[in-house]
């Protein structure tokens, strides 16, 4: 995927990530008796999920982009869980969920172009 793809990819992803927060908050808000439940979540899901749509349906989406749109749904969801599991660690251990988020947010960022370490060898040798 090109640097130009991911510029204009950019909004999918962030949508997708907030739509992963929102879906995660909105589950615990439900389950988890020490998160309390909130309506926020729910509208901003909605509104989140309703704009991945209508950008779906208004261009086509180019090679990659689903699959890493998919991988910034999880990073927002194991995020909002490590972070949820910060502040109340009598809910357990968050590691699972920060490696799981860090090795998703490192493949993005190796699919996007923004660790591209073969652009800067290529500068350097020149």
């Known amino acids: 995927m090109t640097k130009e793809h991911v510029k204009t990819e950019r909004k999918t992803l962030i949508l997708a990530l907030v739509a992963g927060v929102c879906g995660n908050a909105m589950l615990a808000g439900l389950t988890v008796s020490?998160?309390?439940?909130?309506?926020?979540?729910?509208?901003?899901?909605?509104?989140?999920?309703?704009?991945?749509?209508?950008?779906?349906?208004r261009k086509p989406m180019p090679e990659g982009t689903p699959l890493m749109s998919l991988a910034c749904f999880f990073v927002g969801a194991f995020g909002?869980?490590?972070?949820?599991?910060?502040?109340n660690p009598e809910m357990g251990s968050n590691y699972f969920s920060i490696i799981?988020?860090?090795s998703?947010?490192?493949?993005?960022?190796?699919?996007?172009?923004?660790?591209?370490?073969?652009?800067?060898?290529?500068?350097?040798?020149e």
């Open 80 to 87: 909002y869980s490590a972070f949820v599991r910060m502040l």
């Open 34 to 57: 020490q998160v309390a439940f909130s309506i926020f979540p729910v509208i901003a899901m909605v509104l989140a999920v309703q704009s991945l749509y209508q950008e779906y349906l």
């Open 100 to 102: 799981i988020t860090m």
């Open 104 to 125: 998703l947010l490192l493949w993005v960022a190796v699919k996007a172009g923004i660790l591209d370490t073969s652009s800067e060898k290529d500068a350097a040798t």
